[in-house]
């Protein structure tokens, strides 16, 4: 079984538990689309008290 059959099959799953469509549609996308967003390191490196 491909990684794309796995991923479809654990939709399907998500998808006969019922739950809230825009969880399943956050969730897909989360798993397909993750966001590459830098880490913001100004509050960390700041000194200044």
Avoid at 3 to 10: C, G, H, I
Avoid at 13 to 39: H, W
């Amino acid at each position: 079984m491909t990684r794309e059959q796995v991923f479809n099959r654990f939709i399907a799953s998500v998808l006969l538990l019922d739950f809230p469509r825009i969880n399943i549609l956050a969730m897909a996308k989360s798993l397909t689309e993750p966001e590459l967003k830098p880490c913001n390191t100004n509050g960390l490196l700041d000194t200044k008290s």
